[in-house]
Every structure is written in C-alpha cells, then in structure tokens.
C-alpha cells in the first residue's frame, strides 16, 4: 500500500501575511488547489482526497517517484503555496498514510519557513492489492433532502461518515473521506466481505443511518475505484447493501 | 438575516447516467464549482461554504434577486449541471436557512428532473447584524500536525469542529462550517461575549481541544468575515481566547 | 473612458527559474488566469481581454480605485505571480490605453524585479459613453470549418481580425480583440454607425472575409456588451451586417 | 506525427439559446477549458494549443485511442459543452491536422446538432519524430513592452507571429501558435537547422522583428518541447539566435 501526504508549505502564516487575506480568496485557492491535485492524480491512475485541505491525501498505488515530483511541480508552478509531499508504504492505507506523515515531520514541518516542496520517502514497486470500498447513504434525498432543514442534514450526514471513519479506522486501519453528498469512500485493505456487513450493522445501530456500500478490488486505486461506483450502482439499482466482492473474488 | 441555499439540479442521477463518472472528475468539478461559487459570492460582499458539495450556502445579506440570478447563471453557464436557489430570511442563520431549505423543497426538490434552475424566496432589504465567529485550534500545529499522523489529526479536528457546530446550533441558531486546516466559521445572530466564552470552555470540557475565536460583526458578511479574521490575529499574536467583539461593540 | 492594464509582474524571468517550467504548466497558468481576471471584472461590471496574456487589458468604466485593487489582489493570493495595474483615461479607448501604458512604464516596466503590485493611475468618475461593437465572419461555419483544414481557416480568420483591429485602431482609435471561434470584440468612442458601415466594406475588399456587426451603447462596458450580442443576434436571424446603433440612438 | 483536433460540439448555438450568454462567462469557460485541456494532455507527455478556442488542437503522439477517450470525458464531464476529436495521422504536422478536419467533418461538422462525443480516427503506434521551435522576439521587452503602446505592441507581435505561421507552413508544413507574451511554438517535422536560419532571416527583412528560436527533437512532443526551452534557455544567455538542433543531432 502507498499513500501520500502532500501538505502546503508554511500555509498558515501565509494566510495571514502581511495581513489576513479574504477568506473567499483563501477558499477558492484551496478548493481549486484540490481540483488540480485530485487531477493530476487521476491522469495518472491515482486518488486524490482534500484531507484538511492543506494537508491532503494521495492514493499513489503505481506511481513512482517522479510522477510524485510532476505533481508536485505542477501545484508549486500554479499556486502562490508551494507542497512537500512525504510518500508512506505500508500493509494498511493507516500504516502508510502514518509512514507519510512521519517522513513529513522529519523533514521539518508544516510551519518551517525553510522546508519548501520537499519530496521525501521511497515509493514501493509492489504496493500489492487494496480495496475502494464506495459508501453513500439509502434514501438521503426522500428522507433528509427533501424533508429536513440543510443544516440538520449536513451535520448528520457529517456525524454519520465520521463515525464511519472512525469505526473503519480502528478496527482495518482504513482511511475514509467525504466526497460529497452523501458519500464516503473507504480506502481499505484487502478485507473479507463480512467485515463491511458488520460495519453497516454498527453504524445502523450506533447512528441509526443505513449506509451501503459497492467494494472494488486491484492494485490500481482508479480501476478498484471505478469497480466500487460500478458496485455501488447495482446496490441502488437492486436494493441490496453490499455489491462488489463477491464477484470480484470469484472471478480472481 | 439572509441565506441562499443552492442545490444542484439532479446531481446524484448525472453522476451515474449514462454509467458511474471517474471519481476524479467528480472532485474536481465540485470543488471547482464551488471555487467560483464562492468567488462569485465574495466578488459581491458575500460568504459561500461548500456545504454538502452539491448543496451549498451563501450569506447573502444584502444581495437582489438580480445578484443571485447572475451567480446561478454564472454557474449554470459554466458547469455541465445546474443549480437551483432558495432564499430565506430569519431573525438567526439557522432560522433563515430553514426557510431557504423549505423554499427549494416546495419548487421540487433535489432529484426532481423537471426543476432546473428555480430561484425561489424573497431577499430582504433589512438583514439586520450578523456576527462572523472566526475559530482555529490552539497551537495545532505543534500538538497535532507535526506530531501526530496525519489522519488522526484530521479525525480529531473533524470531530472538535462538530462538536463546536453542534453546540451552536442548538443554542444559538448559528450555522458553522470548516473552512480548512483546523478553521470553522461561524455565521451567528448578535450576540454578547460571553456566549463565546461558554461555548471555548464546553468544547474544552467536552473534547479536549482548545479553541480560540475572533469576532467580526456588521450588516455585510464580508467585512464582518474581514474583522473576524484580524481579531483572530490579535489572539493569535497576543494569547488571548477571544476578541473582536467588545472592541467592535465599544465603537458602535 | 477607462482601460487598465494588468501586468505580470517579472512574468517572464519566472517561467524560466530557476529552469524552464513545462510548457502545459505555463498555458493552464495563464489561461486560469485569465479566466479569473475576466470574471472578477465581469462580477463588476467589467470587461477583460487576454491581450498577450501577460499583458491583459482590463475595459473598467465606473469602476473605482478600490475595485482594481481588489482584482490585483484577488490574482495575487491565487497565482504565483503578481500583476501591477496601470488605469489610464482619454477620450477613445486607445488613449486610454496608452496613458495607462505610460503609467506602468513609469513605475518600473514589466521585468523590474522591484516592481511588484503596483497601482498606478487615477480612475475617472466620468467615463463617458462607449461602444462595443461585437463581429463575427459570415457563414464561417459553412465556409470554413466543416470545408477547409482547421489551420488554414484558424490563419485566415486571424488574418481578418488583424486587418480589422488595426483598421479600427488607425481609423477610429478603437482597441479590438478575437474571443474565440470567429468574434471580435471592438471597444470603441462613440461613432456614427456608417463608420462600422465603411469598416466591413473595406474588409471584404481588402480580405475577402465578410464580417457582421451588433453594436451596444452605455457607460457601462457590460450593458454595452450585452446590447452588442444581441444587435449581432438579430444579424444572424435577420441576415442584416449591422445591427444596434441606430435603434439605440433614437431610442436615446 | 498524429495530431488531434478537439472541436466543441454545437458551441456557437449554445453561446445564444436560449439568448446570447455574457462574454466574461463564456471568456472564462473557454479560458478554463483550454487550461484543463492543456493539462490533460500534458499529463499524458502531449501538448495542447487553443486554436480558436472551440477548436482546441492537441499534438498527441504516443497517445492511443484510449487516452483521446479519457480527455474527451474528462472535458465532457466538467463543462456544459462536449467535444468531439478528431485524430489524424501525416508525414507533417500540417499533414496530420489536415486529416483530423476532414475525420471530424467526414464525423457531421461543427454545427450538427446531433453529433456529440464523436470520436474518429485512428492513431499511429509509430509517429515518428518531430521538432518543436520554440521561438521569441529578441529584446521584446526593452524595445516594445517598457517603450510602447501596450496595444500597438500587441498588434505588432500579432503581425510577426501571424507571418512566421504563414511561412513556416507554407514552406515545411509546421503548425504554429502564440503561446503568450512574445512566444510560439511551431510544432515542424524533422527539419535541417538551416531552415530555422532562413525562416529568421525571412522573418527580419519582412516585418522588422528579430526572432530567436531554442529547438528540440523527440518522439514525445513533451520531451522536445522541454528541450526546445532550455534551447531557448541558452539563446537568451548567450545571445546566439538559433540553439538545439546541431546538439541533438550530434547527440543522436
């Protein structure tokens, strides 16, 4: 497995020098920051996620080390911030993303006036078999969106995925974001199919949300990716609460 | 007060239809649109959060039904999907952005394929004061970013800003979103001092985490946001927990 | 009448260091750019043109000192580089241009490493009345793309619209600029409508290219704008060459 | 050599209907779709060039079918407009593009309105090898930029760079184009350095304006255009008009 942490150098100082710059200002650069990585990410086969979009994550399964320095070439070449980006391998998305995040700090941190676009830690030519496991929630728009105030069903939602996040975390060393809507993905380890159906079940009586989820499969994060929203579909389209790796398993 | 919640029209089908789109492409297009969401918004006095992604808010006080019809058409006219706006009015955030919640839901709701681009409610020309509570996390970067693993750091973040949004809401209709790093703004009725300071001291009971806040308060969000940020400054430079206020209220 | 000229500060210096940056790198920088500045002048009521792309010429009647430095400001925080703004006044849009040269060149010019975010030049609260006169190449569609090679018609239609531009520019003091496909936009004093008569006959003698125009009137570059798409609208539905001027001046 | 054509589909029509959009959206649109359209591509180790801005041109060599596919969804789901491709294969760059138009009208032409994300020809496992001449006026900005009308500078770069087009595909066949400030890029088959001498030469006595030009060799257009920079590069530093080819071909 192999993740990388891509953290804006000395950002926060620079939000404010020489004064506070206005916060529509900062919001479109962070967002716009993001599209672009989540991008360049995607043209070569990779995931991207905002994280706290100053610190956010890659899914870098395949890429080498100098397609870790083009994208990070591109951001600095882009942006008035510039990106270190602190590459982790492990057996689990949380061990790698720990792995990425330590070469970070050795190399200086986040608010060190003079580390600029460092590019630290050694990708793996074998990050082997990951899994994207697609999470949204059943009947959001009848029962949330179209009946509940927005800001209720924001900070539901919100609740609901991060008691996902967490749960996830703990018990697989998964590593889950929002990406919107009502949606979640999982970047996992290779699991048993049952485990996803005991998480459905805690959440559901934890949070009283009823998720489902489609799981996809490969050593490449975009195809395992794509095989999830495939998966996921057929849960919508079927009813059913997890699709994905049955299939996926059978046909290995 | 005045919120406008923008919906887009029928996003869940089009990211599906004709088959699942590349989760990348998605990304990227939502944080695009809301770049120039929020760009748009603050070109014009206001404040735009991301909400949900594909239902997002603007603090719209002071802005015509004009200025919004040329942000939904700005957007419209930029993106493959269109956006539908509801305007509410209220004495608190909460308040109106239920009403702009209500209105959207009475033109349609979200996945109704015959509403597009619905601009429903009525702005008003009296918003009254509203207050921008600007809060980040003490010293964040030493006890969390260059510590700890980076995806812990977010978990524990996301899960201080909830708290933090809960607990303003419930008690004083106050709607709060995370703008980044460990930032969560806070779009609140007039309120004394001291409602901040009870809220610093729950959130430290609660979870741990410290938070400080600077306080902007006017009639436009924009210059309200303005002063927020540069009162969050002088906590920052000075060690003190809150201001903005008193200094702002003594002038007024 | 009020032009500005927005210019990358030491622009070319940086694409070369500290070693040539990649030439996609360059483009999107440049074309976001762009993007951004024609919007945040649209949002005001403004108009842009890309110019050289370094050099970007700003259309900002009615709009105030605080206004372009909220532009430059805006481009600063998200690029990185600088622009200086150079606002020039005269009675035609090329004088004014040219005063607002002047007024960069007098600052420092565009390589002085010293010279960043400069504003020079002082707006007017009288700008006048101009004209936008909007023209695109009869039947380009029939004639040109879906017959000839892409380049051959992408070369004659830059031909045209530079024999038209500097028609304009000789005879009338009128800066002219291609946006695309096969328009071009002239802003212009306030000219009698056989002027634009003239100028089409002497483009088709000259190149064979015939030309219509829709032409707006305001003090305000976008109403103007408006008005000159649909006078060309009313061209390509009515088969008229000119369209806007007269009804605008007797409605007047 | 293979070089697509990326022609957006129906994008007059769409500019006017329901009624003609306002230009600084459709500026930003088109400006936005060329950056991520360049970014695309160059992702992938192509170049793009904006063409006329809804037909984009795109040097793909080495790219397969699967890859035009790719950006043209990528384009597809991030705007309100598709776009069709042609791919188009020759002896010359001219050649090649000359093929793409006539597989793109061969595919139903820029305004039919029933031909959407077309995608038609074949592209080549074996281009061969190409130049790309990256050239720039000589003292450009102590000469015109700090000492002219901003404007007639424009025009005056405008007419160079229009007749070192015109010339370079009449007499070898290269497609060429502004990529900003004072530069161009022709994209030339696989030429003597003496022709690059003639074309300066030409240039000088025709239209006044000294060029100089950096130029490198590669199957991948990526690869000769980073070399055609540095060629440039040494132009610059050692005053020499012509540098790249003899090195390369000495080298090869």
């Known amino acids: 497995m192999q993740v990388a942490l891509f953290q804006l150098d000395n950002y926060g100082p620079w939000t404010t020098t020489p004064e506070p710059r206005p916060e529509p200002t900062l919001q479109a650069l962070q967002s716009r920051l993001y599209a672009d990585f989540v991008e360049a990410l ?18 870098t399964n395949g890429l080498d080390r100098t397609a870790h320095r083009a994208i990070q070439q591109q951001l600095g070449d882009a942006y008035p911030v510039t990106v270190s980006v602190g590459i ?8 790698a993303l720990g792995a990425a995040s330590e070469q970070l700090q050795a190399a200086g941190g986040a ?24 999470f949204d929630i059943v009947d959001v728009t009848q ?23 967490m749960y ?6 998964a ?22 159906a ?16 489609g799981i996809g499969r490969d ?11 495939d998966a996921l579909e057929r849960c919508r389209q079927t009813g059913t609460r997890i699709e994905g790796l049955q299939t996926v398993a059978q046909g290995d």
């Open 42 to 59: 995607g043209d070569r086969g990779g995931y991207g996620f905002y994280g706290r979009f100053d610190n956010l994550v890659g899914i």
């Open 88 to 95: 982790g391998t492990g057996e689990t998305p949380g061990a």
């Open 111 to 134: 608010q060190t006036a003079d580390r600029t676009e460092a590019l630290v830690g050694d990708p793996t030519t074998d990050p082997g078999v990951l899994q994207v496991a697609h």
């Open 143 to 165: 029962n949330y969106t179209n009946q509940e105030h927005a800001y209720e069903t924001m900070l539901q939602i919100q609740e609901a995925i991060s008691s996902l996040s």
């Open 168 to 173: 996830l975390y703990e018990t697989v060393d």
């Open 175 to 196: 590593i889950t974001f929002f990406v919107g809507g009502d949606n979640a993905i999982a970047i996992a380890p290779d699991l048993d199919p049952d485990v996803y």
């Open 198 to 213: 005991t998480a459905l079940e805690h959440l559901r009586s934890e949070t009283g949300v009823e998720f489902r989820v």
């Open 219 to 229: 050593s490449h994060v975009g195809r395992a990716g794509m095989a999830a929203k």
